[in-house]
């Protein structure tokens, strides 16, 4: 469409793929990206010569325009890498997915017939009562009572920060084969079926999932875009149902206004809605003054030798705060410089400005060593030194799937529909808790969407990035 502007906020797989779209389709392009690299969440890290995703990032999609999307960007030098990972439940690693005799040789008969028993009496149960609202709920009359308490609570309750009940039970029925144990456990005992999160084999770029999007980013500069980096954008005026321009600040502190034409956000939706002037009504404001973003620390330690052979390990041991541990050697032998080191990254979840986000990077660092160790796991770097390391903080990562947000996500959805040159677009720009696959088609088809090359609703995008083949909706 010549003549068409597009500009984008957030230069993440969302932003990126949907600039890619939009430039394609004849469009001038314009990213304002608040980090000073591309990649959002799924960028990579350098630290000396060590390379580190935000928390590991394997790529996995059902849609076949994604995953071309992703290996055409990754310059074809993506590795398919073979999955190994367990969990780590009281003292004892379970391999992941589990069989069932690894795993009732590792939780003793008893544990075993105790948790048989607990699904069977919720077999009993299942029909009988209403449609679960909770996770809790969902996951009880799924699995049974004993497995939930065993194998769901801790590991959830430590990402979420909230009580399983009241987690949606929506997001368990999205989510649920993303959990590990559980989800793992049924397939064991016999509830066999094509898990996503299961898949054996996984796709990896050589250097780390953020050299796509830097290849992305390179490819838009040479075809004429504006990618611009370390630029905020702070407003975003409207006139009635237009956005007409937008207001950023660069690392110098400087402010600009310049009128946009159409413009897609990754952004979280709730900064969306807080940046546009004259602000929404108050009932749109409250919905998002109601949504929660949970936090990601990602403590990343250059460690000796190779200290485990997983690609990741979940905690869900309640006595120790981590939540899961990666070794990016074991993904892409370009992660370090030589087999000397490991890139490890110990995940944290929390609410930004708790008590864990507001711990200082020297007091993470040891605590992610120390638990490392506590795992049986070396914590030591080349020479036997503390291993050396850095923390990459992510505030609002994680859209909160609570038993509420559908209200307050409908109220929002509603009244940004009358917009025709807004759309929100990604993970958090459509407060889902969704993967690359999922942002790259949103943004692709919001491409479309804006550029009237189609009428497809980012919102309806699901987490197996399967619209395309089910909508053909243009
Ligand atoms: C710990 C962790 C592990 C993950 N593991 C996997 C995995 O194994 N596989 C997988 O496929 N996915 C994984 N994901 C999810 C994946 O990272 C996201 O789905 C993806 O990055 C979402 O892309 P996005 O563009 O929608 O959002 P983001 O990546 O969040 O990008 C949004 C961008 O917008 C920018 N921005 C926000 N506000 C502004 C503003 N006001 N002005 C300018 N810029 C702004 C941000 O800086 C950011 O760069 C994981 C995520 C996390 C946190």
């Not at 049924?186 to 290849?215: H, M």
Request: charged share 20%.
């Amino acid at each position: 469409m010549g003549g068409a502007a597009v500009t984008i906020i957030g230069g993440g797989p969302a932003g990126l793929a949907a600039a890619h779209e939009a430039q394609r389709l004849g469009a001038a392009v314009r990213v304002v990206e608040r980090g000073l690299q591309v990649g959002g969440l799924a960028r990579t890290v350098e630290f000396a010569n060590h390379r580190f995703d935000v928390g590991p990032h394997r790529f996995y999609t059902t849609n076949d325009e994604v995953r071309r999307f992703f290996i055409d960007h990754a310059g074809g030098d993506v590795l398919r890498v073979r999955r190994l990972t367990r969990i780590r439940l009281g003292a004892r690693y379970f391999d992941y997915p589990l069989t069932p005799v690894a795993t009732a040789l590792g939780l003793g008969p008893l544990e075993c017939l105790r948790i048989l028993a607990s699904y069977a009496a919720a077999g009993l149960r299942r029909g009988a009562s209403q449609p679960p609202a909770t996770f809790e709920d969902w996951v009880v009359a799924a699995f049974g009572r004993r497995l939930f308490e065993v194998f769901f609570r801790t590991y959830t309750e430590k990402v979420w920060g909230i009580p399983c009940r009241e987690i949606g039970a929506d997001w368990a029925a999205q989510r649920i084969r993303g959990l590990g144990l559980g989800a793992a456990l049924a397939n064991a005992f016999g509830q066999r079926r094509a898990i996503k999160t299961l898949a054996d084999e996984f796709l990896y770029p050589r250097r780390g999932a953020g050299s796509v999007y830097e290849a992305i980013a390179a490819r838009l500069r040479a075809g004429g875009a504006a990618v611009e980096l370390g630029c905020i954008v702070e407003a975003v005026d409207r006139d009635g149902s237009r956005v007409t321009a937008i207001t950023t600040r660069d690392g110098q502190g400087r402010r600009e206004t310049r009128p946009v034409d159409r413009l897609m956000s990754s952004a979280p939706l709730s900064d969306l809605l807080a940046m546009l002037s004259p602000p929404p009504p108050q009932d749109v404001l409250a919905a998002c003054g109601a949504l929660r973003y949970r936090s990601h620390l990602a403590v990343n330690l250059i460690v000796a030798g190779n200290p485990f052979p997983d690609n990741w390990i979940y905690v869900h041991s309640p006595d120790l705060r981590a939540a899961r541990i990666a070794n990016y050697r074991n993904f892409s032998p370009d992660m370090a410089p030589d087999e000397a080191t490991s890139p490890i990254t110990v995940e944290y979840f929390c609410f930004a400005g708790d008590a864990t986000w507001r711990m200082t990077d020297d007091a993470l660092l040891d605590l992610a060593r120390a638990e490392l160790a506590a795992m049986g796991f070396s914590a030591a770097g080349p020479g036997g030194a503390p291993a050396a390391g850095f923390v990459v903080r992510s505030a609002g990562a994680y859209p909160v799937i609570d038993v509420a947000h559908a209200d307050h996500i409908a109220a929002i959805r509603a009244w940004l529909s009358q917009f025709a040159n807004l759309l929100p677009i990604g993970r958090t720009g459509l407060f889902r808790y969704n993967n690359q696959d999922h942002a790259i088609a949103t943004g692709l088809l919001g491409a479309r969407t804006m550029l009237g090359h189609g009428r497809f609703d980012p919102w309806q995008v699901n987490i197996d990035a399967a619209y395309i083949e089910a909508g053909q909706a243009a």
